[in-house]
């Protein structure tokens, strides 16, 4: 059975940072696309950013400034760099395997002062 686990959630300030980590385990990571997700308050789940099996890297238009996603495939992990954060960033982040249909539990990020 497919795992996936997030983490790095919490409360920050606005203008902090906070790096967000999804690791996948019993699957053959390498060979997936990975995407992160965020879901706000009220509001539908929207798309965040994918990283290919090839390292290629995509981002919704709004993120493309702020956000980082990368991989370490020995370690079986994506991650999400979140820099400049604004209130507006407060959501639960989930990680996505689209070729499995497949969630992790997400991770929640508040952004207050």
């Known amino acids: 059975q497919v795992q996936i686990m997030e983490s790095g959630g919490g409360l920050v300030q606005p203008g902090g940072s906070l790096t967000l980590s999804c690791v996948a385990s019993?699957?053959?990571?390498?060979?997936?696309?990975i995407d992160w997700y965020r879901q706000a308050p009220g509001k539908q789940r929207e798309w965040v950013a994918e990283?290919?099996?090839?390292?290629?890297?995509n981002y919704a238009d709004s993120k493309k400034e702020r956000f980082t996603i990368s991989r370490d495939n020995v370690k079986d992990t994506v991650f999400l760099k979140m820099d400049n954060l604004k209130p507006e960033d407060t959501a639960v982040y989930y990680c996505?395997?689209?070729?499995?249909?497949?969630w992790g539990q997400g991770t929640q990020v508040t952004v207050s002062s």
């Open positions: 996505y395997i689209r070729a499995m249909a497949k």
């Open positions: 019993r699957i053959n990571f390498k060979i997936y696309d």
């Open positions: 990283i290919t099996s090839l390292f290629e890297t």
